[in-house]
């Protein structure tokens, strides 16, 4: 299966009353280049995805966790059927703040946590977080059952958020990035390293500095 968007801006549904998406994605389906203000973390629990983020592919394997930068066009590839956990969050008034725009150039176009690679208390740490943001957005609902059979795309049927659960989940967010912008050496393998510190060099330019984040990125609203 494969969805198409009538542009590559994708309207993100989040939850009521909220600028948070949080859901199951159990179908075996392609999407098509899209971009969006969120964040959105990708954490495949049964198969893997292969992601491309502004012409840099990305082999997601089980238990590995993406990043994909607010802004970045990307394009996801379902090899085979399974069920992935998304987190996707609006940031578009976040990035004002310098360091957060700071961890994004870094991250840019996404950060892929490697399990196989990752120190194991990083990485416990890391998907501890992500288990905190689930039990705050799915709230009593029973955890995640793996091989339940589904039809539809999301598991999202929930009442509205406890009043301040979406301010917590967006400072676990940004707990989760800033732990990541401190230590972005543990997961950049020595070629992402390298695409990384050229890509900041770029930024240094008076000119390039001065830019909004999406013209940066090479995308514009058209």
Known sequence: MKYCYSSTKENVRHKINTSLRMFINRLHADFPPHWHTDIEIIWPKEAPYKVICANQTYHVEI??????????????????????????????????????????????????????????????????????????????APRVHMH?????????????????????????LMQFIAFCGKNINLFREPE??????????????EQCMQLPLRALYGRSDS
């Open 148 to 172: 339940e059979e589904e039809m539809d795309d999301e598991v999202i049927s929930f009442s509205e958020l406890a009043p301040y659960d979406e301010l917590e989940i967006y400072s676990i």
């Open 63 to 140: 238990d590995d966790i993406l990043l994909i930068c607010p802004t970045i066009i990307h394009e996801i590839f379902s090899p085979t059927p399974g069920t992935r956990v998304y987190i996707q969050a609006d940031f578009s008034g976040i990035i004002n703040l310098k360091e957060m725009d700071r961890a994004f150039r870094l991250m840019s176009p996404a950060l892929h946590i490697k399990k196989k690679t990752c120190p194991p208390d990083i990485y416990n740490y890391l998907c501890g977080l992500i288990d905190t943001i689930m039990k705050l957005y799915f709230g009593s």
């Open 192 to 205: 992402s390293a390298s695409a990384s510190t050229n890509f900041k060099k770029q930024c240094l330019s």
